[in-house]
């Protein structure tokens, strides 16, 4: 999935010279976290969050009367507290490659960018939307995980095995356990009624499936390791 497919593409945006009245007002009004902030020719010239705005919203409020507070709030503009440093990435990015941006840099939206041309955006919660629907949670389904030894042919295997039963399998994820180097596990997701008998056939095959939260893989660990 490219984010491309997903960004918001009627951006709400904001100039530098603006109050933070009118943010606020916009966030309000739009039911967003983020305003980005562009110049009268459209270029992307900083970033401004719910956040931003609580934060200096609340800072003097403890020591100014409302009429005070308001007449402050209004003469400051976005420009002086946007975030200038701004990530960015093109419709072209993939959906994990924008999860992973976001958790390095501690951010909650990335604008899309087409060149120079501002195109979209896109958040924690619309990348969070995708990959939990990538894994099957809207699905009536069964949660499965099998610990296997990296090798090639293992996915094969049990896919195999679960194909021979005419068992379904709506999704599948798979990645490493730490504790156990050689190890990964994989996670499937398959059709509620299925649940039991893809245990029974994986379990005759020799795998050992989980189907819980358990505290000591040790005992689930594949045979080979």
């Not at 958790?103 to 924690?124: A, C, F, K, R």
């Not at 939990?132 to 990296?150: F, K, N, P, Q, Y």
């Not at 029974?200 to 000591?216: E, M, S």
């Amino acid at each position: 999935m490219y984010i491309g497919r997903i960004m918001h593409k009627d951006v709400i945006t904001i100039t530098p010279d603006a109050s933070l009245v009118k943010a606020k007002e916009l966030t309000e009004k739009n039911n967003i976290d983020h305003l980005l902030v562009v110049d009268d020719e459209g270029r992307l010239k900083g970033v401004l969050s719910d956040r931003d705005l609580k934060k200096y919203w609340a800072s003097p409020a403890n020591t100014l009367s409302t009429h005070e507070l308001s007449y402050l709030i209004e003469k400051i503009e976005v420009g002086m507290v946007m975030t200038k440093t701004v990530v960015t990435i093109p419709p072209d990015t993939t959906i994990e490659r924008a999860a992973h941006i976001m958790q390095t840099h501690n951010i909650n939206s990335l604008p899309v960018m087409e060149q120079d041309e501002l195109v979209g955006i896109i958040t924690s919660t619309d990348v969070m939307g995708v990959l939990l629907e990538a894994i099957g949670m809207h699905e009536d389904s069964v949660r499965i995980c099998v610990l296997v030894t990296d090798r090639i042919g293992t996915l094969s295997e049990v896919t195999e095995i679960l194909k021979d039963n005419q068992i379904n399998i709506q999704s599948l994820v798979t990645w490493p356990v730490k504790q156990y180097p050689g190890t990964h596990q994989l996670v499937m997701r398959l059709p509620g009624d299925d649940g039991t008998k893809a245990v029974t056939a994986l379990t005759k095959k020799g795998f050992k499936v989980l189907t819980r939260y358990v505290k000591d893989l040790s005992q689930y660990l594949p045979d080979a390791v």
